[in-house]
């Protein structure tokens, strides 16, 4: 079992910035990738970005592309999320979740072993 606790939601305006913890507990937080999915109201839960186990490859959903950057801290046992010049249609449940790898990052919400209870955005315009 893997534990994971999203923090540092908010209410921001348009064109602040937020950064997202996920902390992990319970097995090796460095045997898995890692992602932070979104859900708004009345949408499916959508793939944001992911990172690999060590660090080195990361993914990034095209709307989030070169606003916001994920990272982690394996000596934490913990993954972020850097949202920068955030949009009203940045607004959502933010979930972070661990996947044991079979192959490379994955966008796929089923293929994601582990989720966080998540932790609101809201982007007011």
């Known amino acids: 079992q893997v534990q994971l606790v999203e923090s540092g939601g908010g209410l921001v305006q348009a064109g602040g910035s937020l950064r997202l913890s996920c902390a992990a507990s319970?097995?090796?937080?460095?045997?898995?990738?890692m992602g932070w999915f979104r859900q708004a109201p009345g949408k499916e839960r959508e793939f944001v970005a992911a990172?690999?186990?060590?660090?080195?490859?990361?993914d990034y959903a095209d709307s989030v592309k070169d606003r916001f950057t994920i990272s982690r801290d394996n000596a934490k046992n913990t993954v972020y999320l850097q949202m920068n010049s955030l949009k009203p249609e940045d607004t959502a449940v933010y979930y972070c979740?661990?996947?044991?790898?079979?192959?490379?990052?994955?966008?796929?919400?089923?293929?994601?072993?582990?989720w966080g209870r998540g932790t609101q955005v809201t982007v007011s315009s």
């Open positions: 990172i690999s186990r060590r660090g080195g490859s990361a």
């Open positions: 319970g097995r090796t937080f460095s045997n898995y990738h």
């Open positions: 979740a661990a996947d044991y790898p079979t192959f490379g990052l994955r966008r796929n919400k089923n293929e994601y072993d582990y």
